[in-house]
T-cell receptor
Framework: KAGVTQTPRYLIKTRGQQVTLSCSPISGHRSVSWYQQTPGQGLQFLFE???????NKGNFPGRFSGRQFSNSRSEMNVSTLELGDSALYLC?????????????FGAGSRLTVL | EDQVTQSPEALRLQEGESSSLNCSYTVSGLRGLFWYRQDPGKGPEFLFTLYSAGEEKEKERLKATLTKKESFLHITAPKPEDSATYLCAAQTNTDKLIFGTGTRLQVFP
């Protein structure tokens, strides 16, 4: 059973650029969540999608956006990159959106902004 | 404000030296308390879910417990392969998952 796949694994961008990260969930999982992980702040919730609809959103500026496709694959986009956006971006999937669901995480996309 | 705090930030143990990790939470309507393990360069991996105060779950050398304000992850006779960062997360009644910043555990032979 394939796990959660995130691409690219590593990328380097410069300030002002934009970036798109991709996440393929476990087959059959319809909920996809995104988290930003930094050494100082830990994992911070970005947003969650279920059946192509955003269900929940964290406290991040509008430069951070996402979407989910009909096959449950998801992308997140960060525009006008800032140095502070350097982080590990983790995607997680679960079968459902409600209840105490166990998340299965991907290995992450490590973004460095120069 | 929903908050999850883990302590200590880092813990160094000798192989076989048992200890506990703490997770204190303040959330609106706890739906579940989760423990994850994260190895360097990897995403977090699920360990346990606890739903109500008094509940306990065990897996090999790990045991998780839950009270109304905190959760503990007890590690009995740890081995070097238990070295990792342990994360706890509280799920609120609006289905948001709030993570703590983790405890980095190192077990030396």
């Amino acid at each position: 059973k394939a796990g959660v796949t995130q691409t690219p694994r590593y990328l380097i961008k410069t300030r002002g650029q934009q970036v798109t990260l991709s996440c393929s969930p476990i087959s059959g999982h319809r909920s996809v969540s995104w988290y930003q992980q930094t050494p100082g702040q830990g994992l911070q919730f970005l947003f969650e999608y279920f059946s192509e609809t955003q269900r929940n959103k964290g406290n991040f500026p509008g430069r951070f956006s996402g979407r989910q496709f009909s096959n449950s694959r998801s992308e997140m986009n960060v525009s006008t990159l800032e140095l502070g956006d350097s982080a590990l971006y983790l995607c997680a999937s679960s079968p459902m959106a409600t209840g105490a669901n166990v998340l299965t995480f991907g290995a992450g996309s490590r973004l460095t902004v120069l | 404000e929903d908050q999850v705090t883990q302590s200590p930030e880092a813990l160094r143990l000798q192989e076989g030296e048992s200890s506990s990790l703490n997770c204190s939470y303040t959330v609106s309507g706890l739906r579940g308390l989760f423990w994850y393990r994260q190895d360097p360069g990897k995403g977090p991996e699920f360990l346990f879910t606890l739903y109500s105060a008094g509940e306990e779950k065990e897996k090999e050398r790990l045991k998780a417990t839950l009270t109304k304000k905190e959760s503990f992850l007890h590690i009995t006779a740890p081995k070097p392969e238990d070295s990792a960062t342990y994360l706890c997360a509280a799920q609120t009644n609006t289905d948001k998952l709030i993570f703590g910043t983790g405890t980095r555990l190192q077990v030396f032979p």
